[in-house]
Structures are given as C-alpha cells and as structure tokens.
C-alpha cells in the first residue's frame, strides 16, 4: 500500500486546467472546417462546392490549436481527478482508462483538424489533395474532432460515482456528471449523436474545475494501493 499527497495548490492546478480545457475544447468546436453554408444549405452538394464553402486555412489551424490547448488541459485535468481518486479498481481504475482513451482520441481529432487545413482553399498544401480528398478530410475532421470526446462519457460517469462515494468531488458536482454523461450516452445510442460528448465535457471540466479552484481540498493522503 503506497499513499499520494493531495494539497490546495494540487487541487488549484487540476482546477485551472479543468477550466482551460473546457473554455478551449469550446472554442474549438466552434471553429470547425466546414465553412457556415454547408449546413445552411441542406441540399446534396458536390465535392467542389463542398471544399469552396470551407473555412480559411487560418481559421481551421486556429481551430486545430485550441484543440491541442483543450487535449493538454484535458490531461492535466484527468489526472489530477485520477490522483484524486486515491485508489486502484472499480470505479478508479475505469476513470484512468477512460482518460487514457481520451487523450488518444482527442489526439487524433486534432491531427485531423489539420490534415484538413492543408486542403482548404490556398493552403500551402492544397496542390497535394484532389477536390475529393479536401471534401472528405474536411467532412471527416469535424465529425472526428467532435466525436472524439466519446470516451468523456465514460471519465463522466466515473467521476460521478466516485464523487458520490465521496472520494472525488462534491456530490452535487458528481450529480452534474452522472446527468450530463447519460443524457450524451442517450443521444448517442438513441439518436447515433456521439459528437454531443463534446458539448457535455466542457460544463464537467468547467463546473468541476470552478468548485477544485475555489474549494480545493485540505492536505491529506489518499490510499493508492496496488
């Protein structure tokens, strides 16, 4: 049986990073690589007029950073929530690898951001895409940076029960995360929306992260046997 320190300012970091990786997994998802006329237009649209309705290259790289700000926060936060948990098994050993799975598949939605930059029109790289190829990166890079956040469900729902055995967080805030984590997981198996994980994390990181930074816990050890 080992033990893990947890302090105010431990606490304060996962916090900070809790509200930097909502407030930039937000901005991001704002930013996407199709430009505002391709959902406008809710007809059937050729690869041409696909990648003529893209974002500027600027746009969708900027897009892509906040996203790799939001796949740093995220990991400081998970981990600080995993520390936190002070436990191995059940319920904190899913937590762990569910933000395992997190960070790989933020990863790769952010590789996609820009892989579809460098086919918006005037990019550098464009002459290297067909019409085609830029069409499909850009389709695939929003869907894929959105639906990235799937494994959030499961940090959610972990948290939730963790924090209401009250080895994490406030009850009420792993209230928040059990109701936003089925309410994503309904959508997602009722209605195939698994890009509403990524609007659900962002209130978690925040509310989670406000109540570590203004309400940290007081110097103890956590049990972290093996």
Do not use: H
């Not at 990166?137 to 499961?154: F, K």
């Amino acid at each position: 049986m080992t033990t893990a320190l947890t302090t105010p300012t431990r606490d304060r970091a996962t916090g900070a990073a809790g509200i930097v990786a909502a407030l930039a997994a937000g901005g991001s998802g704002a930013i996407l690589a199709q430009g505002e006329g391709t959902f406008a237009d809710q007809r059937i649209k050729s690869s041409a007029e696909l990648v003529e309705a893209m974002n500027p290259e600027l746009m969708i790289r900027i897009g892509g950073g906040l996203g790799l700000v939001a796949v740093i926060a995220t990991t400081v936060f998970t981990l600080g929530l995993v520390r936190r948990a002070g436990e191995r098994g059940g319920w904190a050993e899913a937590l762990r690898w569910s933000s395992i799975a997190l960070l790989a598949t933020t990863s790769i939605g952010v590789l996609m951001r820009y892989v579809a930059a460098g086919g918006a029109p005037g990019a550098m790289d464009q002459s290297f895409y067909s019409t085609e190829a830029s069409a499909t990166a850009a389709v695939l890079a929003d869907q894929m940076s959105t639906g990235a956040y799937l494994p959030a469900l499961g940090v959610l729902l972990c948290a939730g029960m963790l924090a209401l055995r009250g080895s994490l967080l406030p009850a009420p805030v792993g209230i928040v995360a059990l109701v936003l984590g089925t309410l994503s997981l309904a959508a997602t198996l009722g209605l195939g929306l698994p890009y509403s994980s990524s609007l659900v994390f962002p209130v978690f990181a925040l509310v989670a992260g406000v109540t570590l930074l203004v309400r940290p816990a007081g110097r103890r050890r956590l049990a972290t046997g093996r």
